[in-house]
Every structure is written in C-alpha cells, then in structure tokens.
C-alpha cells in the first residue's frame, strides 16, 4: 500500500536521500546531476525543506510504502505566471514502481494545486523517459512547445507537458 504525505522539516535527511537516490537511479530525467547536488552541505538542506515546509507556495510530497520513503514531488507556485503550478523532482524508487505511487503523487499534487486556484499544472519530462511519459499522458497532461535540451551541453531533449485544470 501507497500513502504520500507532506514532508516535514525534520525529515530533510529523508529528502536527501530521496533526492540523491533519483539522481543516481535516474540521471537522464532530471536538470540537475547526482554530483552537483552530493556536493551541497547539510545546511543546504536543512534550510530547503524547511523553507519549503513552511512555504504556501511550495509543496513537498513523500511517497511510502510500509513506512519507508519510497518516492517524491515538489510543486511550486509560480511567481511568473499567475494561476500556474510547477512540478519539479518527480521519481519512484524501483522497489515501488508499478504500485500507483507516481499516480499518488500526482493525485496529491494537483488536489494541491487546484485548491491554491492554480489553472494548470506543467512539467518537464525527459524525451527518453517513457514510462513517465505514459503515466502523465494518463493522467490527462499534453505537449506544450518545443522541446529543450535536459541541461547544458546535454544532447538529451525535455519536453514540457501541462494538465489545464477546471475553472
């Protein structure tokens, strides 16, 4: 069984780790590398999940499967654009794929979104990444633009997806 909660302040070696396993588990999938971010100090991370936990514009989800950390989110409000909500850092560890966390995850994510007045919620999504690909298309997100490089100097290609939400 899946359960997804908020993250707590306390827990920011639990965010840590999580954030550090998807780096490892998947590089290609994200615009951040494994050894930019191992290289961060524990204050580093200590002050983001705090910021965020006591943000109203940004929302931190955790995954668990029999009490263990298994997957993670971050959505943020953006400050550019009016009614828009980002989703940043999506990732299931192996061991939990195929049990609806990523839909979890999402569901949470967007209930979020939608009760902050969000009209849509965009990601970005890596052109290799087909299962996660799948699992947005399902959940109702579309092509939106041209795709860009995943990151500097990288010859992978990230697209953007948006769900429109309800008015």
């Known amino acids: 069984m899946i359960s997804v909660r ?28 494994y050894e930019l971010e191992a290289a961060h100090a524990d204050h580093f991370w200590m002050e983001r999940v705090q910021a965020a936990s006591l943000s109203d514009t940004d929302f931190v989800l955790l995954a668990e499967k029999e009490g263990q950390a298994c997957g993670l989110i971050w959505c943020q409000l953006s400050a550019a654009e009016s009614g828009t909500a980002d989703i940043y850092q999506m990732w299931v560890a192996p061991s939990a794929r195929g049990l609806r966390a990523g839909y979890a995850l999402l569901e949470a994510t967007v209930k979020w979104a939608e009760s902050r007045s969000a009209k849509r919620v965009r990601l970005g999504v890596t052109d290799t990444n087909e299962p996660a690909i799948r699992l947005y298309k399902r959940y109702g997100f579309s092509p939106n633009g041209e795709g860009e490089p995943l990151r500097e100097g990288s010859t992978l290609m990230s697209h953007t997806l948006v769900l429109r939400l309800a008015d």
């Open 6 to 33: 908020p993250v707590q302040a306390h827990e920011w070696r639990t965010y840590q780790a999580l954030r550090l396993s998807a780096l490892r588990d998947s590089p290609d999938a994200f615009g951040s590398t």
